[in-house]
Nanobody, 121 residues
Framework: QVQLVESGGGLVQPGGSLRLSCAAS????????MGWYLQAPGKQRELVAV???????NYADSVKGRFTVSRDNAKNTVYLQMNSLKPEDTAVYYC???????????????WGQGTQVTVSS
């Protein structure tokens, strides 16, 4: 059984920082893309940042220069360092990973359970 377990969300003041982590576990052969999405109340889920197995990254325009996505392939873990947080960053953040499992020939997308990030004074 595959699990993506997130941690690191919480309440922070504007201008503050948070670091999210997401660890994948299960019968994993390899991981292609790993990344983060957010979903604000009443809105659709949208991409925040993604990183591939080679370390190439892509960011939403709204977080460029403030957020950094990274991964530790040995630990099957992806991180999101969020600096200079703004109230509009408030949302539930979801981890996403494209995993190839033992016995499978293709990659499948899996989601974490989500972690709340609230930016407020």
């Amino acid at each position: 059984q595959v699990q993506l377990v997130e941690s690191g969300g919480g309440l922070v003041q504007p201008g503050g920082s948070l670091r999210l982590s997401c660890a994948a576990s299960g019968s994993i052969v390899s991981i292609n893309f790993m990344g983060w999405y957010l979903q604000a109340p009443g809105k659709q889920r949208e991409l925040v940042a993604v990183i591939n197995s080679g370390g190439s990254t892509n960011y939403a325009d709204s977080v460029k220069g403030r957020f950094t996505v990274s991964r530790d392939n040995a630990k099957n873990t992806v991180y999101l360092q969020m600096n200079s947080l703004k109230p509009e960053d408030t949302a539930v953040y979801y981890c996403n990973a494209h995993l190839k499992l033992y016995g499978s020939n293709w990659y499948t997308a899996y989601w974490g359970q989500g972690t709340q990030v609230t930016v407020s004074s």
